[in-house]
């Protein structure tokens, strides 16, 4: 569904963003996009929705190149940015101006979501909190069928039920012909929603891998300096004396902690790193 080759980018010339990043998404995967602030997540998602254009490099996103702004190729994306601003109108009218521009578009759907989210149709969008909004703004994209939903820290602004709600609303959704992209950098509240991990680090993309692969490779443990498990690949400082990733392909599947993922891979550490980075 989404092919990047060699892609170069950057907004000054005295500080590159990426520098031949390579990335492959497929269908029927809920991929979190993991990485440090600043180091273009944002940026990485605008340019699979041809908002903003490469350098160099080819970006194909359904067989579409996303710069040209293809009519079927918008019916069939959706992104949800971070941040936006709403018209004084309510999430019925919202409906009326917008839904035809989305063949597959359920007016059900969007009726059922927008009662899951407890969110009254006809209330103003401009009125409500940030909150609020960014639920509504999320039932609509949802109710749009698109092929691929890309979603840029929808997390944020959402209370503890809210959030309990979206992830079980996407996991809903996530069907085998279509692409679900969540950039974000609370991977607690999505730890057990994504399926497949990409991070985001020094211009690349350093990491990209399903979940029942990670899990079939690394153990996720806790452990004491009395019983420090040898294999040791990466540990940080915990609760209770340390935390560690450590090889494993004998044992069952662990439980994949993301945190603990995501720092190994930016450990800075070379060797350290350089055990977790995948090809891509």
Do not use: W
């Amino acid at each position: 569904m989404v092919a990047i080759q060699n892609l170069k980018f950057t907004y000054s010339r005295r500080k590159r963003l990426f520098e031949g990043l390579d990335l492959s998404l497929s269908n029927g995967h809920i991929y979190g996009l993991l990485g440090k602030n600043g180091t273009g997540k944002s940026t990485l998602l605008h340019l699979m929705s041809g908002l903003l254009f490469p350098q160099s490099g080819s970006i194909e996103v359904l067989d579409f190149i996303p710069e040209e702004r293809d009519v079927e190729f918008l019916r069939n994306l959706f992104l949800i940015p971070e941040e936006f601003v709403v018209a004084d109108v309510t999430p019925e009218r919202y409906a009326d101006l917008y839904a035809s521009l989305y063949p597959r578009f359920n007016e059900k759907q969007y009726k059922d979501y927008l009662k899951e989210f407890d969110i009254e149709p006809g209330c103003s969008m401009a009125r409500m909190s940030m909150g609020q909004r960014k639920k509504a703004f999320i039932a609509f994209a949802l109710a749009c069928n698109t092929r691929i939903l890309m979603m840029d820290e929808p997390t944020n602004g959402l209370d503890i039920p809210s959030k309990t709600q979206f992830r079980k609303i996407i996991a809903s959704v996530a069907t085998d012909d279509r692409c679900i992209v969540i950039s974000t950098h609370q991977v607690r509240d999505l730890e057990n929603l994504i399926d497949a991990v990409v991070i985001l680090e020094n211009h690349r993309i350093v990491f990209n891998e399903p979940i029942d692969e990670i899990a079939c490779k690394y153990s996720f443990i806790s452990y004491t300096d009395s019983d420090k498990p040898d294999q040791l690949l990466y540990d940080e400082p915990g609760v209770i004396g340390g935390r560690a990733i450590v090889l494993n392909r004998k044992e069952v599947p662990s439980r994949v902690d993301m945190e603990i993922l995501f720092n190994a891979v930016t450990s800075g550490d070379r060797e350290i790193s350089g055990l977790f980075t995948t090809k891509i």
